[in-house]
């Protein structure tokens, strides 16, 4: 039985994967920060026959204490984690910071990946195949860090902050073995391309039906989304760092993965983690 940590594991994809990982057998702990959803989680994984192998944790991942607290909290119920999907994120079309003054995409999308995958480190290196999934954008839409402003006081866009967000899960991969030289954790960087989910729901309007409009078109179900993924986490690449948009590996020449500025973010995101 392996344990897998899911982050947005109670809705859309996350809980894709974590019903998926249940149904054979594993255990899942499932975070995010509505109990109504986790609620309904915990009622799917016991109509499946999973209830005592899946545990809801509500958490609030756009906070430091938050992060921290669920840190300590995954630690006490699993010695060993075979696996950690980062799939926590919530589009903000309107600018809003956090009580640590970070501005809240950047926070939830970046920050707490960066909290959570350094932090279970330990408690990966104990399983056999141990992989972190970060479900970002590799491959996808433009963006940049913004660096002289990355809580984006100036010309905040929802799609801006999306976008940087997933540049910096970008760096975020690439910086993870340079912090952990020796480590066995494979990192992979993971783009899903369009899934219908209800990531949408928090546009506005005109916006929020033209993106369900092309992701029936175009976007996959979570049902078909979900192998690829559980097929990478069961058998990750050889290499420390990888990054796919659905199964096309990329490769890590690109200048989003430039190792120079992986190193610069780690820096900048070591300072603000540690105030």
Not at 40 to 55: K, L, N, P, Q, S
Not at 81 to 110: I, N
Not at 248 to 274: G, H, M, Y
């Amino acid at each position: 039985m392996r344990t897998y940590v899911i982050t947005g594991g109670t809705d859309g994809m996350g809980k894709g994967l974590g019903l998926h990982f249940l149904r054979r057998g594993d255990r899942v702990i499932a975070i995010a920060s509505g109990a109504t959803k986790g609620e309904a989680f915990g009622r799917a994984a016991a109509a499946i026959g999973a209830g005592e192998r899946a545990v809801f944790l509500r958490a609030d991942l756009s906070t430091l204490t938050g992060m921290r607290d669920t840190l300590a909290r995954v630690t006490a119920l699993a010695g060993t984690v075979d696996g950690l999907v980062l799939g926590a994120q919530r589009f903000r079309p309107r600018r809003e910071v956090t009580e640590d003054g970070t501005e809240f995409t950047f926070s939830l999308h970046y920050l707490s990946r960066f909290v959570l995958g350094h932090g279970l480190v330990d408690a990966l290196e104990r399983a056999d195949t141990p992989v972190i999934m970060n479900i970002c954008g590799p491959g996808g839409f433009p963006g940049r860090i913004h660096w002289d402003d990355l809580t984006l006081g100036e010309g905040y866009t929802g799609m801006r902050a999306a976008m940087q967000a997933s540049r910096a899960n970008d760096l975020l991969g690439v910086a993870f073995p340079h912090r952990h030289p020796n480590t066995r954790t494979r990192y992979v960087l993971y783009n899903p391309m369009m899934v219908r989910t209800a990531m949408a729901d928090p546009l506005p309007a005109p916006h929020r039906i033209l993106a369900k409009a092309a992701g029936f078109v175009v976007g996959r179900s979570v049902d078909q989304a979900v192998p690829p993924i559980a097929q990478l986490l069961d058998e990750p690449p050889a290499d420390q760092v990888t990054a796919f948009r659905r199964r096309t590996r990329l490769p890590l020449t690109r200048k989003d993965f430039d190792p120079d500025n992986a190193i610069r973010l780690d820096t900048l995101t070591t300072e603000l983690v540690q105030r």
